[in-house]
């Protein structure tokens, strides 16, 4: 009974920390622990577990907390218990439905053309946690350019290597270093940018203020040269790349990226990858169920003249 208890600690304190709930339930399942009726794990039957009121010695009648349970010793604390079911609620806010491919559009295939995730049909049935297979395919285009959707590899096995490239590569100082320049780059060239718009700005005012003398014709004519390098100058600002200036510690780095997967943050976990990663190819496979991480060209470029984004 205690070991069972000691379960539930465990997992409160992996999902706390950043774990998804599929990677604990996956370990749970490979060291020979089951769940209710001696079934294996899936995602679903931890988190209802994990979940339960009882947990933290609550009381729950229609949904609703009415008090606690008299005599027995909570596993957990009411506030680890409250924490968990807000990481939970946050993750399905912040993943719309249907929204299961963090890194979609973003990868290239070795032929030039961009890769997407979707459904994988596979023999082998649904993943160990009970979730469908996914894949990230290289998509046909109408014209037959590329290899025609040939190129294709696990979903799984992609997020995984990237999830731990990702940590590595963003905690090297290098890297850092080079974010740090790039970023000093693109505020240079925006403070530029913003200071002559203020310039054309205060010219705009400036004429303005001069049509009861002038009229509103001759105003109109002098502000349309300024109008339109105000054009010119926003359409330069919306090419700038935000650049990433953050590039902190291992762990900070770690925490960011895990905190970002357990919530559904994919805006975070897309942004993160292309700082690292702005060119990654996946090359070929080189036969049937091919998934090997060796096919990653993490610094590779693309045939074609496609851009990520």
Same mark, same amino acid.
């Given at each position: 009974?205690?070991? #069972? ?20 339930? *996956? ?16 995602? +679903? ?20 907390? =009415? ?42 295939? @070795? ?38 959707? &040939? ?5 799984? =096995?992609?997020?995984?290597?990237? &999830? +731990?490239?990702?940590? @590595? ?7 850092? @270093? ?11 060239? *925006? ?9 054309? #700005?205060?010219?705009? *005012? ?10 509103? @014709? ?13 054009? =010119? ?5 919306? +090419? ?5 200036? &953050? ?7 770690? *925490? ?18 292309? +700082?690292?990663?702005?060119?990654? =190819? ?28």
């Amino acid at each position: 009974m205690e070991a #069972e208890r000691e379960i539930v600690r465990e997992c409160y304190r992996r999902l706390l920390a950043g774990d998804s709930g599929g990677s604990v339930a *996956r370990d749970l399942n490979a060291r020979g622990s089951r769940g209710l009726q001696g079934k294996a794990w899936t995602l +679903t039957t931890l988190l209802q577990m994990l979940r339960r009121p009882a947990v933290a010695g609550l009381l729950a009648h229609n949904g609703e907390i =009415v008090g606690k349970v008299a005599g027995v010793e909570p596993i957990v604390s009411e506030e680890e218990w409250a924490r968990l079911n807000a990481l939970v609620d946050s993750r399905r806010r912040g993943r719309p439905p249907g929204r299961v491919h963090p890194f979609s559009g973003l990868i290239f295939c @070795e032929c030039g053309q961009k890769m997407f995730g979707r459904p994988r049909k596979s023999t082998a049935g649904p993943y160990e946690d009970g979730s469908p297979r996914r894949e990230y395919r290289c998509r046909p285009t109408f014209t037959g350019a590329g290899c025609g959707g &040939r190129n294709h590899i696990d979903a799984r =096995v992609l997020e995984t290597a990237i &999830r +731990t490239a990702v940590k @590595e590569a963003l905690a090297d100082p290098d890297l850092a @270093e080079r974010i740090a320049a790039r970023a000093a780059r693109v505020k240079g060239e *925006r403070d530029r940018i913003e200071e002559e718009l203020a310039d054309l #700005e205060q010219m705009g *005012r400036n004429l303005a203020g001069k049509t009861a003398r002038w009229g509103e @014709e001759r105003v109109d004519a002098a502000m349309e040269p300024i109008l339109l390098r105000e054009q =010119v100058l926003k359409a330069e600002l919306a +090419t700038l790349e935000k650049p990433e200036t &953050r590039a902190g510690a291992a762990e900070d780095v770690a *925490r960011d990226y895990d905190t970002a997967e357990a919530t559904g943050d994919f805006d975070t976990m897309r942004s993160m990858f292309l +700082t690292a990663f702005p060119h990654m =190819v996946l090359t070929m496979p080189i036969g049937w169920n091919d998934h090997r991480t060796e096919r990653f060209l993490w610094d590779g470029k693309p045939k074609t003249a496609a851009k990520a984004g």
